[in-house]
C-alpha cells in the first residue's frame, strides 16, 4: 500500500523519491578529475634545439671535409712543392747578371801598398784598392766611413781615416761616374771582402778582394 501525501494549496507537489533510495547530491562520491593533458611544446622545443646542433654539427664536418680535400688537390698537384727561393739582393757578391746588364752601384776591390801618410802610427796598415761606379740613375754618396775590410779570419776592420795618402775621397757621383781610392785598416792581415752601405743606412754592397 503506497503512501499517499498531501497536496498544497495552490500547486502539485514534486514526487518525493521512495524511502531509501539514494539521492543526487546527499553524499554521492564526486565524478574523477580528468587527468591533464600534457603539453607537447617541451617536445617541440627539445626537438628543435637538438636539430639546430646536429645541423652544427654537420656544416663543421662539411667544411673540416671541404678544407681537407683542398690541401689534398694542392699537395698532388705540386708535390714536393716548397716555398719560393727569397729574391737575391744585388749586393751579393758572385750573383749573374744578363749579359750587358750593370748592377746600379759596382764595385771592385784589389789588394795594394800601404802609401804611409802623415797622420799614420807606424806601418802597420793594410789597404785596399776599391773602384765605384754609378750606374744608377740617381746620384750616389760616396764616404770612406762607408766602407769596411773583411780579413780572413773574419774580422772586420773600419777605415782608418786619414792614414793612406791614397784614401778614397767624399763625394757624390751623379750617373755614369766613377772614383777610385784606398779603403785601409788597422794592422797587417790578408783582406777577403769589402763591404759598401750607403749612408751607413742602405743596403750593403760586399765584393771579394782580388
Not at 754609378?134 to 786619414?162: A, I, M, R
Not at 795618402?165 to 777577403?192: A, H, R, W
Request: hydrophobic share 30%.
Amino acid at each position: 500500500m503506497s503512501q499517499q501525501y498531501p497536496q498544497q494549496p495552490g500547486g502539485d507537489v514534486p514526487p518525493q523519491p521512495a524511502w531509501g533510495a539514494p539521492q543526487q547530491g546527499w553524499g554521492a562520491p564526486p565524478p574523477p578529475p580528468l587527468p591533464p593533458k600534457k603539453s607537447s611544446t617541451g617536445k617541440i622545443l627539445g626537438f628543435g634545439c637538438l636539430g639546430i646542433v646536429a645541423l652544427v654539427v654537420v656544416i663543421g664536418v662539411i667544411a673540416a671535409v671541404a678544407g681537407g680535400g683542398g690541401k689534398r688537390e694542392i699537395d698532388k698537384a705540386d708535390p714536393g712543392r716548397s716555398a719560393a727561393p727569397s729574391a737575391t739582393s744585388s749586393s751579393e757578391p758572385g750573383k749573374s747578371r744578363p749579359a750587358g746588364e750593370h748592377a746600379p752601384v759596382e764595385i771592385t776591390a784589389k789588394r795594394t801598398s800601404f802609401t804611409k801618410s802623415i797622420l799614420a802610427d807606424g806601418d802597420a796598415y793594410t789597404s785596399v784598392s776599391v773602384t765605384i761606379r754609378n750606374n744608377s740613375g740617381k746620384k750616389v754618396s760616396v764616404n770612406p766611413l762607408y766602407f769596411t775590410v773583411t780579413d780572413t779570419g773574419g774580422t772586420k776592420h773600419t777605415d782608418e781615416l786619414g792614414v793612406d795618402e791614397k784614401q778614397i775621397e767624399t763625394v757624390d757621383l751623379s750617373p755614369g761616374e766613377n772614383i777610385s781610392g784606398t779603403v785601409t785598416g788597422k794592422g797587417t792581415f790578408t783582406p777577403k771582402y769589402v763591404t759598401f752601405t750607403e749612408d751607413l743606412f742602405g743596403d750593403p754592397i760586399r765584393v771579394d778582394v782580388k
